[in-house]
Each structure stands twice: as structure tokens, then as C-alpha cells.
């Protein structure tokens, strides 16, 4: 960490959960994102990528992405100007197809060999920071804002502290530690992406991230709470009705309530956790660029994210998953309209870097796997 960081880090007040320590000089308002997209655009991109790709066998997906993103990418805009995506589909393709081919040989172990399914488990660990790595280089290297890319500067090596170690502190604590291997590694993430000639700095913030499970966790239990006695008194109710036999319809409907309030609830509960570590995230964030550092805001809430996920969790299971990608327009402009940057000085003082080669396997590698990787 730079010493300007330094003097940042002591400078900053005590500050509840997600929200921003005061900025040393606030620069007016500062520069806001936005999202100009729309629910019926995105939707018919996502439909027709949706049909494609199961008739193609999921190859189309790959095409699919690129389009997706691209929508995405250049309707989310920041002064003025939008983002860009610049993937190959058939770098993409081709990342996806040796990803299938790991994934078909652990499914046939599991049912064939279980010895050899986890012995190749564990001769895949030691992958993961490849992966990550070459996932985030190649979205970040693929990633544009007024014609000037993104980059990940950080070796495989880099990521094994963050990633194996932060696995087996997990393991060894029984999930307590998961919260800090989660903040470690997201400080990895951002600590060696760059734009231009600057870099992202993410400060240390791991007691906020146990804030934010611990909150999430409080709240889940409570509708836990809320759900079994709504239950509990259907129940009685009907029971009462029935002079103390439910009927088979009754206890479908019950079950089925039960369920559903359930379902939203773990449907809600992991999208406000996601929300609010990355708050907790761009409040700690910094761009340095010529020694000047550039400073982030995130003005997202819990109630804020509790009615947007829950809701729509809700109009994604009423609509059979057609309402999912309103959800995710809907939740992309929260996002946006809730993050704030407030620069030290003109960004037109940030200037390019040359980029090396791009490999989208690690990319593909990351979505086969399913790596949450928190950005």
C-alpha cells in the first residue's frame, strides 16, 4: 500500500456497515453510473439466446454471451461515455468445450470410480488460481471505457495464497473464517486490476464482511422464524375447520406456501449478501493514478436490496423465469444508480498500457465451475 493510501486508511472515521468513510476532499457530487438499457430489449436478446442455445446444444451460448454482454456493457455508462465488450466467441467456445469435457470426466467417475472422482478433484485444486486469473484477465482485458481497456496484473502463483489458503482456513474453521477468505480474496480481485496507468486498491475491510453475514444471517433466521409461525397458524386455522383433520388439498397448500416463502427467501438472502460485500467493497476502494486517488461510493441499503431481491425472486417463480432478465436489468440499474466516483483530478490524465495476449479459458473455466469470483 502507498503512503497517500496510508494517510487515507487513518483518516477515515468509524462507519456503520456498507456505507463510506467521509472522502478527505469531496469533489462536488461526484460522477454518477447509470444503465439506459430495457426490459423488452434485453429480454428479447435473452430469449433468443436462450432458444438458440438449446437448439445448437449449448454451442450458440457462447455467441450468446458476447451479444448479452455487449448490450449490457454499452448501456452502462459513466460520465457520459459506455462500456465496451470486446470477447471472441470463439475463444469462448473453444474454453467451454475442454471445460465440458473436465466436467463429463467427473461425472462419469462419480458413478464409475469414486476413488478417481476424488483423486481428480484434488488434482484439480491446485487449478484454481490458474483459473481465476486467466478469468479475470481476459474480462478485464476484454473490458473498455472510452477506448482504453482494463487489465489483471497478477500471476498464478499470486492467487494461491488467497484461494488455496483461504479454502483450507475455511475448512479449518468450520465456515467461521469463510468471511475473511471471502474479503482476502476479493482484495486480491481488485488489488491487481487496473485501467490505463492506474490501479484499484481495495482497503482492508474484512470486520464490515463479517457485519454483512452476520446481518444476513440474523435476517434469514428471523424470516425462518416468520414463515414457521405463519405455517404453524394456517395450520391451526384449517385444522379448526376440519374439526382437527387437514385435508389432503389443505396440507398440499400448506406445503406448497411453506416452500414457496422458502425459496424466496434463499433466493433473496444470497443476492443481498452478494450486494452488500460488493457496497462494503466500493466504499473501500481507491484508484491511484500519478499519486492521486480517485474514491468510490456504494449507497446501497439492506432494505433497499431485501425489497429489490425479494420481489424479484418473487416475479421470477410467478412467471416460470420470464420475468429473469427484467430481475436482472432491475437490479443492474439499482446498482448503478447507487455507486458514486469521486475523482481527484481530471481522468483524462489516465493514460493506456500496452495489453499482452487474451485467453478466454479461464473465463469459460470460471462459469463451468461456477467460481464466484465477487466482481
Known amino acids: 500500500m502507498t503512503s497517500s493510501s496510508q494517510d487515507y ?38 430469449i433468443v439466446n436462450l432458444l438458440l442455445s438449446i437448439l445448437t446444444l449449448g454451442i450458440y451460448s457462447a455467441w450468446g454471451k458476447v451479444r448479452s454482454h455487449q448490450y449490457l456493457y454499452g448501456h452502462t455508462r459513466f460520465a457520459g461515455a459506455g462500456f465496451g465488450y470486446h470477447g471472441k466467441p470463439l475463444a ?32 484439480l485444486l491446485p487449478a484454481l488460481p490458474w483459473v481465476v486469473v486467466m478469468a479475470m484477465r481476459f474480462r478485464l482485458r476484454n473490458t473498455s471505457w472510452r477506448q482504453m481497456r482494463f487489465n489483471f ?13 483461504g479454502l483450507i482456513i475455511t475448512v479449518l474453521t468450520l465456515g467461521i473464517g469463510f468471511p475473511y477468505a471471502r474479503h482476502m480474496q476479493q482484495r486480491f480481485l481488485v488489488n491487481n486490476a487496473w485501467f490505463g496507468n492506474a490501479r484499484f486498491e481495495m482497503l482492508n475491510c474484512a470486520s464490515d464482511y463479517y457485519r454483512v453475514y452476520f446481518r444476513a444471517s440474523a435476517l ?38 411453506v416452500y414457496l416463502g422458502v425459496l424466496l427467501l434463499w433466493m433473496s438472502i444470497g443476492q443481498v449478501v452478494r ?35 425479494a420481489s424479484n425472486a418473487l416475479l421470477t ?25 469521486f475523482p481527484d ?30 466482481l
Open 9 to 46: 486508511t487513518l483518516a477515515m472515521e468509524p462507519v456503520r456497515i456498507g456505507q463510506p468513510a467521509s472522502p478527505p476532499t469531496p469533489q462536488g457530487d461526484g460522477l454518477g453510473f447509470s444503465f439506459s438499457g430495457n426490459g423488452a430489449a434485453y429480454f428479447r436478446i435473452w
Open 220 to 257: 434469514g433466521l428471523l424470516m425462518l422464524l416468520l414463515f414457521g409461525f405463519i405455517g404453524g397458524l394456517y395450520s391451526s386455522i384449517i385444522s379448526h375447520l376440519f374439526s382437527g383433520h387437514l385435508s389432503g388439498i389443505s396440507l398440499l397448500l400448506l406445503g406448497a406456501t
Open 345 to 374: 483530478e481530471d481522468l483524462a490524465a489516465i493514460r493506456a498500457r500496452p495489453q499482452s495476449s487474451r485467453s478466454a479459458l479461464g473465463d469459460a473455466a470460471a462459469d463451468g465451475f461456477e467460481l464466484d469470483l465477487g
Open 153 to 165: 496484473r497478477a500471476s498464478t502463483m499470486d492467487a494461491v495464497g488467497p484461494f488455496i489458503m
Open 317 to 341: 417463480l410467478l412467471t416460470l423465469g420470464l420475468y429473469y432478465p427484467f430481475a436482472k436489468l432491475r437490479a443492474l440499474r439499482y446498482r448503478l444508480e447507487h455507486l458514486k466516483m
Open 275 to 309: 450486494d452488500g460485500l460488493a457496497n462494503v467493497m466500493w466504499n473501500h476502494i481507491l484508484l491511484e493514478s500519478n499519486g492521486r486517488l480517485h474514491r468510490f461510493e456504494s449507497s446501497m441499503t439492506l432494505r433497499g436490496l431485501m425489497n429489490l431481491h
Open 92 to 123: 469462448i467456445l473453444k474454453g467451454r468445450a475442454l471445460v465440458f469435457l473436465v466436467l463429463l470426466l467427473l461425472g462419469v467417475t462419480q458413478k464409475s470410480s469414486p476413488g478417481l472422482h476424488a483423486l481428480l478433484y484434488l488434482l
